[in-house]
């Protein structure tokens, strides 16, 4: 079975501030891992998603994260927020093998402060 | 860019009612999801289709939802009777799903609201 634990249910950050988003997984199997970001009343939107291939990621609009296989983590960073990064966003699992769905973790409210 | 199209946006029933939600996915993606996002919290899975066949739907509350994507393209999800615990956004995705990891595209959702 898999599971994503995400930290802290609301963040708040100032306009130019570092965003720190954490994400902790668990997988039986070599995971892939996801961060989407959801608007108000909108679907959800990859930000980016790890695949092995490189342990740094780097996704859209400045947002990078980095997998850290001893601490079973995959926390998302902007080094510097924007007005337009306040949203809700959620950190995903889906194993290797068998079912292919994502397991979603239950978000992570962004707050940005002027 | 092509994008996961759905409707209605927005639903409002009363309970006991039927609700019939539509989904188009990607062309020439051969999996579809629906999720379940019940407010304040992430999405879950209701039903896994690829192609025209169900690999998933163990989640699916099977008294009341059932699922359908009879020629392996668009997919009907319905809810009869609905009840208040209804109430969310429903969202479908696809993904090629041809290995390694596909990514989901997401619709914009459905937001049901059952009174």
């Known amino acids: 079975a898999q599971s994503v634990t995400q930290l802290g249910s609301h963040v708040s950050v100032s306009e130019g501030a570092l965003v720190l988003l954490r994400c902790n997984y668990s997988?039986?199997?070599?995971?892939?891992l996801f961060w989407y970001v959801q608007y108000p009343n909108q679907g959800l939107q990859l930000l980016l998603k790890?695949?092995?291939?490189?342990?740094l990621v780097k996704g859209i609009n400045g947002f990078e994260a980095e997998f850290k296989k001893s601490e079973t983590s995959f926390h998302l960073t902007k080094p510097s927020a924007h007005m337009s990064d306040a949203a809700e966003y959620f950190c995903?699992?889906?194993?290797?093998?068998?079912?292919?769905?994502?397991?979603f973790g239950s978000g992570t409210r962004l707050q940005v402060q002027p | 860019e092509a994008e996961v199209a759905q409707s209605p946006r927005y639903k409002i029933t009363e309970k006991s009612q039927a609700v019939a939600f539509w989904c188009d996915p990607i062309?020439?993606?051969?999996?579809l999801y629906w999720y379940r996002q019940i407010l304040g919290q992430g999405p879950e899975l209701l039903v896994q289709f690829q192609d025209e066949s169900v690999v998933d739907d163990s989640q699916l509350p099977k008294d009341r939802f059932s699922a359908e994507r009879l020629k392996g393209v668009d997919s009907t999800l319905k809810i009869q009777p609905a009840e208040l615990g209804d109430s969310a956004m429903y969202l479908c995705?696809?993904?090629?799903?041809?290995?390694?990891?596909?990514?989901?595209?997401f619709g914009p959702g459905t937001r049901l609201t059952v009174l």
């Open positions: 997988s039986s199997v070599p995971p892939y």
């Open positions: 062309s020439g993606h051969a999996t």
């Open positions: 995903a699992v889906r194993g290797d093998t068998g079912r292919r769905a994502l397991t």
């Open positions: 995705a696809s993904s090629l799903a041809r290995g390694g990891a596909d990514t989901q595209y």
């Open positions: 790890y695949t092995s291939a490189a342990t």
